[in-house]
């Protein structure tokens, strides 16, 4: 699966899945634009996309904040002139249920990030993307397809819901112009993001409740990432990859 001369532009980058498709995509030879907002770890991240691969660019941003995502559009088309591949993968978890006293500031910033920043960056980047009659990855989770039997997550599993259909919708309109859109829902994913909510867990028991007794790590998902990015995937569009080690059959 090559890449070269491909323009990728992977929000999320710092860390998790973002950090892991951004040294693949680099090592199958894309010029990446790496977007996160801890500069120490995009730093870690062009340092490991370049020991293989094209040194990616590096955009500190923040892509709930609209002058941002102008700004991150702006700065991967006056870099490299075009966008091959957008990939949504930013995104924060967050437990509330509908009697928790924290639901509407809660719901505003977990939307704000998960859902209105990927609506927003594809807006700027579609024009983009059609005239490289490139594709979108939507980074979804299974959460946005069941409810929640452990802790709530009203607003978290909504967000996702509501970018799962986004993409379908999103699908449909860019078709005709040759740009493919995709979501993929990950269950479980050894990353920071779980740590950063506060779960308490350890991998160990999340991993003794899933039917394949194991959890994914972040490279199993930026596979996935490629393949729906490629030309090995060029009939597929509005399509959900599911990849949680049978968590959807609990």
Do not use: W
């Not at 490299?80 to 249920?97: C, E, P, Q, T, Y």
């Not at 479980?188 to 867990?201: F, M, R, W, Y």
């Amino acid at each position: 699966m090559s890449f070269k001369n491909k323009i990728v532009l992977i929000t999320g980058a710092s860390s998790g899945i973002g950090a892991a498709a951004a040294i693949s995509f680099a090592k199958e030879g894309a010029n990446v634009a790496l977007v996160g907002r801890n500069e120490q770890k995009l730093q870690k991240v062009k340092e490991e996309c370049a020991k293989t691969g094209n040194v990616p660019f590096v955009v500190r941003a923040d892509v709930s904040n609209d002058q941002d995502v102008m700004r991150i559009i702006e700065e991967t088309i006056e870099k490299f002139g075009k966008i091959n591949v957008l990939v949504n993968n930013a995104g924060m978890i967050g437990f509330d249920g509908i009697l928790s006293d924290n639901i509407m500031s809660m719901f505003d910033s977990i939307m704000k990030t998960n859902l209105r920043a990927a609506v927003y960056m594809t807006h700027l980047a579609a024009p983009h993307l059609i005239k490289s009659k490139g594709n979108i990855i939507n980074i979804s989770s299974i959460a946005g397809k069941k409810t929640s039997k452990i802790r709530p997550m009203v607003s978290y599993t909504a967000s996702k819901a509501a970018l799962d259909h986004f993409t379908r919708n999103v699908a449909a309109e860019l078709a005709p112009h040759g740009v493919r859109v995709n979501s993929i829902s990950p269950g479980p994913v050894k990353t920071d993001i779980l740590i950063n909510a506060g779960v308490n867990s350890s991998m160990v028991d999340i991993e003794k409740m899933l039917p394949l007794g194991r959890i994914s790590d972040s490279q199993e998902i930026a596979d996935l990432i490629l393949f729906l990015a490629s030309d090995k995937a060029k009939a597929i569009t509005g399509s959900d990859y599911v990849s949680d080690n049978g968590a959807m059959l609990l």
